[in-house]
């Protein structure tokens, strides 16, 4: 935590870089349950913050970490539909509204030995603009390769097939900075963990996974409320506390095996 106080404060000095007012609606509510932005409950972290709208999904960029602190998509069954028939195109590129003072670069992830990791992820975007607009910097953390590209993966796959079942989720992605041991990759802030909330309006119920940052790692599952209170963001402002204790049943994602 001390990287992150010290940034801060630095933030501070330089008179608060890119602090906006965290209204309730925010500037692409269509992104959120009820167009109700998440709100920061530390204050730490509010400190140099922007919000930044694309077509099909919504990030809260920091400055301090210089990662989205979430992603949030209205995901469709349509939009997974038109997504299936669209190849991959890598065109990873530092987001041009940010100053070079609060973004990610691509030389921050070279040779750092972690993936630059989709949080809104590309197998979600409907067409080629979309899928362009995911491969912004403000749209990753760095991410273990293991657990991007496997295990990661699975949960990804596995909130599709929810959205293709229920017809719409609501679904907010993003890193967790835990503890005091963190580091970085060139001037960019490693999580600790990552999570995946994931809203269905048809059962108005919502559930989580939760996966630490490292190779070895076992996701688990956790109610809306638990998940806001080890990341100190209230995700779903809308919602009363007994919703947010209301646990949707999520899809089990196959863990790998320990390697022999």
Known sequence: MYLIQRAVAAATLAGGLLAVSLAAAGECPAHYVDGRLPEIRNARMSAATTELCYGVFGVMHSGITRTPLWSAEHLTAENIAAARNLSRENSFHPESRLPSSARAELADYARSGYDRGH???????????????????ANMVPQDAEVNRHIWAGIEGVVRKMAQKEGDLYVITGPAFLGSDLRKVGNVLVPTHLYKLVYSPRQRAGGA???????????????VAQLEDKIGINLLPSLTPAQKQQMLRLPNVRQRKDKK
């Open 119 to 137: 949080m809104a992820p590309n197998g979600d975007m409907p067409d080629r603009a979309a899928q362009h607009e995911s491969f912004t910097l």
């Open 209 to 223: 996974f939760f996966i630490a940052n490292r190779g070895d790692a076992q996701y688990e599952t956790l109610s």
